[in-house]
């Protein structure tokens, strides 16, 4: 299928125009107050620091509860200087809510906390379902992923059709983005 030049050219603007919103949004978009951040670890600890260092300008420093790997205390404590807490799972796979169910304190921290997050490596979050899953079975109704280079996407977990589209437009215009610049490429 081919589309018409004026069609093509309306929807090179709309992609152009959006792309650069793949971002997120910055820390200042929480909605107030933020008087503690659950935030879920993927990816490496590195990635965990870059993450918590917008979340530091958030004033008052929330209190911080981390879901990580037993390294992640190290972490947090060179990168926080606020409460924290850090929940250790063992191995290195993905969560699941039969981990959480098991461990009541990981639970009730999600429960008692005013934010939820988790770290992507991109604005779709694709493949983060489990963590959805996991902050849905707690009561929590959105929640935001901090990405690469410190940019929030939040999500909408009461309407999860609506979250499966944005994450799949947000997906298309990231791919189509690095397709136009040739950053897929190398």
Known sequence: MTLEAPVRAA???????????????????????????????SGSAAMLREALQPLRAIAPLPRLCVLGREDDREAVAQAWSGASEVFAVSGD??????????????????????????????AAAAGYENLFEIFAA?????????????????????SDQV?????????????????????GTR
């Open 93 to 122: 796979r993905d969560y699941s809510w039969q981990d959480v169910r098991q461990d009541p304190a990981i639970a009730e921290a999600i429960r008692g906390c005013t934010h939820h997050g988790f770290l992507a490596r991109g």
């Open 11 to 41: 929807l090179r603007q709309v992609l152009e125009t959006a792309a650069p919103l793949t971002r997120g949004a910055a820390i200042a978009a929480l909605a107030p107050p933020v008087q503690s951040v659950f935030l879920v670890r």
């Open 163 to 183: 979250r499966r589209a944005s994450a799949d437009l947000c997906e298309a215009i990231v791919t189509w983005t690095h397709a136009l610049t040739g950053a």
């Open 138 to 158: 707690c009561g929590v109704r959105s929640c935001f992923a901090a990405t690469v280079g410190g940019g929030l996407v939040s999500f909408d977990l009461d």
